[in-house]
């Protein structure tokens, strides 16, 4: 660092050589600077109060005019000189600085190319959704699809609800607040596509709609407010409750296999008449009777029945001439039954231990 030689010198002009000099030993100290830190020490160093270029401008009071004159431009433009080689060095150290701070954040994947990841798999409700889906398309039916957002009329009034049901309580339902004359809800269930599918007026019909529901159900081991269910529906001419039996049993044999058995006992639902509420063998205790049956050996799955006239002549079609049962059931209770889950809320809960085993 350029310093003077004796503390006279610091009240004395420099001469052009003298100046000279220093810039240039100046320079190679700013160069030399190994950081942003060091260089701020230089620069206060070469251009601050105390440093040799202030001095000789403080001794420019003492000059003649035609001293200052002179001195002054070249102390001038030495300071101007200085700072610009300050200023460029900091921009260097800076880009370095930031170099070096993305080369210490580097995060280095080659190693990943070494390693064996397990692939993953769909969802344990997804993977049974997938299998009865081909289920049923092997027996002749298609797959429907339909909105999650219907509207009353679809989700109640057409399936043979009177005003007064209970499903259609706002404790019951999500109703969405869209303030165009018509009132809309999740649906509470996927047999709205019923509706949609006997209104394309396409018969016969066979035909089966997965897909997701909702009720204001507080969550607990066996309900949840969003769930999935599938609902088939199957009308054509001289259709009888025993195509219904004979279609369950075919249906459960082939999800649960042969073991497993099914049974109908009677029910109510607006929707259909006769109606039935559908039961296989508990697959816990194959039928002999334990607590999560209750002893009867029978497990509850889903109801069903023949598809009410009503329903029917609501969707325009002639039930004098037309006739069709139709069955629902929960996929995520399938899921539960089939592979002995206890809580329901496993399913959703995305742990990672749990999901692995299906």
């Not at 997938?130 to 092997?138: K, N, P, Y």
Request: charged residues 25%; proline residues 5%.
């Amino acid at each position: 660092m350029p310093r003077p030689d004796r503390e006279a010198d610091r009240a004395s002009l420099p001469s052009s050589d003298e100046l000279a000099a220093f810039f240039a030993e100046a320079s190679q100290a700013i160069a030399a600077a190994a950081d942003r830190r060091q260089l701020e020490a230089v620069r206060l160093e070469l251009l601050g109060r105390s440093s040799v270029l202030s001095a000789w401008k403080r001794a420019l009071g003492g000059a003649t005019p035609e001293e200052r004159r002179e001195v002054g431009l070249a102390l001038n433009a030495t300071r101007d000189g200085l700072e610009a080689a300050v200023a460029s060095r900091g921009d260097v150290l800076a880009v370095a600085e930031r170099a070096a701070a993305l080369e210490a954040d580097r995060l280095d994947l080659s190693e990943l190319a070494t390693r064996r990841f397990a692939a993953g798999h769909l969802h344990l409700v997804s993977q049974v959704r997938a299998e009865l889906e081909d289920i049923f398309l092997g027996m002749g039916y298609e797959i429907a699809e339909g909105p999650e957002v219907e509207s009353d009329e679809h989700n109640f009034t057409a399936l043979n609800m009177p005003p007064h049901h209970p499903a259609r309580s706002n404790q019951d339902s999500f109703y969405l607040d869209l303030d165009d004359g018509e009132t809309f809800l999740l649906r509470s269930q996927t047999s709205p596509v019923q509706i949609r599918l006997l209104a394309r007026k396409e018969l016969p019909l066979y035909a089966v709609a997965p897909g997701r529901a909702y009720r204001r159900d507080t969550p607990d081991a066996r309900h949840l407010p969003a769930f999935h269910q599938i609902e088939g529906i199957a009308v054509d001419r001289d259709i009888s409750f025993a195509d219904l039996a004979g279609t369950v049993a075919t249906f459960t044999e082939a999800i649960f296999g042969t073991a497993i058995k099914s049974r109908l006992r009677p029910a109510y639902f607006p929707f259909t008449e006769p109606s039935a509420e559908y039961e296989v063998t508990c697959v816990l205790c194959s039928g002999a009777g334990c607590r999560t049956c209750s002893n009867t050996g029978w497990i509850e799955l889903g109801g069903c029945g023949l598809v009410h006239p009503n329903v029917l002549s609501m969707a325009g079609v002639d039930p004098e001439e037309w006739s069709g049962f139709a069955f629902g059931f929960g996929i995520d209770r399938l899921a539960m039954i089939r592979y002995q889950i206890e809580d329901i809320r496993s399913l959703i809960e995305n742990d990672v231990r749990f999901l692995t085993q299906f």
